[in-house]
């Protein structure tokens, strides 16, 4: 796993030693961030579902202002705060379950990250938490990535665009416009 580009170019993470954590794909997550590349600076993200940190530390290196990463697996948290000191920065990692972590963040952001399980069924949740709780500037960004056999369906967010990867799909989302 290596950072695709910005100021941490080239820079090797820390893969997970076991099949708990799925990163996301160098060719999928250069594709995110080459349709955000305009998006990214200086805003504040949510990595949640953390894993290895790899896409908010990616989101770092394009110039994001401000990352949170939420884990509630040991291994993620730990990996995720590794791959941060390796590139000498300090970031709020929280071990949390999603929905805690949802529950309890009084901050909005202007992009989040959501790669659950796939087979989960925690994307619905995580959408209606992260409604309830304004969690989301008001032109902020959800990107989803997820099993290409199970699409998303939210009352809250509306898609504007998707892309097929394989067997993995990444949905953009933003806020409903008169919700």
Avoid at 97 to 104: Q, R, S, T, Y
């Amino acid at each position: 796993m290596r950072i695709i580009a910005g100021k941490y170019r080239g820079k090797i993470l820390q893969a997970p030693k076991t099949k708990s954590i799925r990163p996301t794909g160098d060719k999928v997550k250069q594709a995110i961030f080459t349709k955000l590349q305009f998006f990214v600076t200086g805003k504040k993200v949510l990595d949640l579902f953390s894993g290895s940190g790899a896409l908010g530390i990616e989101a770092l290196s394009r110039g994001a202002s401000e990352v949170v990463f939420v884990d509630n697996g040991r291994e993620g948290y730990h990996l995720t705060k590794s791959n941060l000191k390796s590139i000498g920065e300090n970031c709020k990692v929280v071990f949390s379950h999603f929905d805690v972590a949802l529950e309890n963040f009084k901050e909005n952001f202007d992009l989040i990250l959501l790669d659950p399980p796939y087979k989960s069924g925690y994307y619905e949740k995580c959408f209606k938490l992260i409604f309830k709780n304004k969690l989301l500037s008001q032109q902020g960004i959800i990107v989803c990535e997820r099993d290409r056999t199970l699409p998303l369906l939210t009352d809250y967010f509306e898609i504007f665009d998707t892309k097929d990867y394989g067997n993995v799909s990444v949905d953009y989302f933003r806020l409903k416009e008169n919700i």
